[in-house]
């Protein structure tokens, strides 16, 4: 099995060929392709290339298949005795990423 230890975003991801990596929001079109350039780790069978702090020349090709929101998550704020409470809510959006190849030039 060929995976890579890859960053997205300020996040680090396992992508394995073949799946797909759900990263926060990417402003492309569903249906582009996507090369995500810094690779900190490739594992082939066994064969694992530790990069420093990158490996030079690797990149995993991926492709856009959907944008969609996350779980809402609810903030609820509350001080007894003063009267104070306040709700609110978030929905993270995030890219879902087809991974396509890890190529090494």
Do not use: C, W
């Given at each position: 099995?060929k995976?890579?230890?890859?960053?997205?975003?300020?996040?680090?991801?396992?992508?394995?060929?073949?799946?797909?990596?759900?990263?926060?929001?990417?402003?492309?079109?569903?249906?582009?392709?996507?090369?995500?350039?810094?690779?900190?780790?490739?594992?082939?069978?066994?064969?694992?290339?530790?990069?420093?702090?990158?490996?030079?020349?690797?990149?995993?090709?991926t492709?856009?298949?959907?944008?969609?929101?996350?779980?809402?998550?609810?903030?609820?704020k509350?001080?007894?005795?003063?009267?104070?409470?306040?709700?609110?809510?978030?929905?993270?959006?995030?890219?879902?990423?087809?991974?396509?190849?890890?190529?090494?030039?």
């Open positions: 099995m995976y890579a230890i890859v960053e997205a975003g300020g996040k680090q991801y396992r992508a394995v060929e073949g799946a797909t990596i759900e990263v926060d929001l990417l402003e492309l079109e569903v249906g582009t392709d996507y090369d995500l350039d810094l690779v900190y780790l490739v594992a082939n069978d066994g064969d694992v290339m530790v990069g420093t702090p990158t490996v030079k020349g690797a990149k995993v090709a492709t856009v298949v959907a944008h969609f929101k996350g779980p809402k998550l609810i903030i609820f509350y001080r007894p005795k003063k009267r104070i409470r306040v709700k609110t809510g978030h929905r993270q959006q995030y890219t879902r990423l087809m991974v396509n190849s890890i190529v090494m030039e």
